[in-house]
């Protein structure tokens, strides 16, 4: 029965074995996200995976062999439930597509503006704050209480976490 499977492949090679799965013209999906994280006190977009180390594919195990499949080099295994291989729900793999079409950039370490923020080190040390806007690479603004007035002060982006 034609319908998608959820694959495990080995670390960190789940985009080789989606090309590997497109050239033998099987269908998959690898559900990815741009996260915004800060690296190095620097700001950084990159895509990951949603579900790392797994990726579903389509195609029907009566026409396709399972050691077909599991001879694609990255495949572990197939997930099974109860020790046998079932298709994940359609409407699972939809709903994930449909959602990420919607909303590419689910995941979010960086703080936006308006998030409340905890200093963690330097002179402002636990106290409170709201992200305010980037300032370069390395630091940002933050609006902090100080002596009954709301300041903006310059933080390196590795000394504040968002709340």
Request: charged share 25%; net charge positive.
């Amino acid at each position: 029965m034609l319908g998608w499977y959820l694959v495990y492949c080995k670390g960190k090679k789940e985009k080789a074995v989606r090309e590997h799965l497109e050239v033998r013209q099987l269908g998959c999906f690898l559900p990815e996200a741009e996260v915004a994280s800060i690296k190095r006190g620097k700001r950084t977009v990159e895509t990951v995976p949603l579900f790392p180390n797994y990726l579903f594919v389509r195609f029907d195990p009566y026409q396709t062999p399972l050691r077909t499949v599991l001879g694609i080099p990255g495949i572990s295994s197939i997930v099974k439930t109860n020790g046998q291989v079932l298709p994940v729900e359609t409407s699972i793999v939809v709903g994930l597509r449909q959602q990420l079409a919607r909303s590419p950039k689910l995941l979010c370490g960086e703080p936006e503006v308006g998030d409340c923020v905890q200093i963690l080190e330097g002179p402002f040390a636990s106290l409170q704050g709201i992200f305010a806007e980037p300032d370069g690479d390395k630091r940002s603004m933050l609006l902090v209480e100080l002596l009954g007035n709301q300041q903006k002060v310059t933080i390196d982006n590795l000394a504040f976490r968002r709340l």
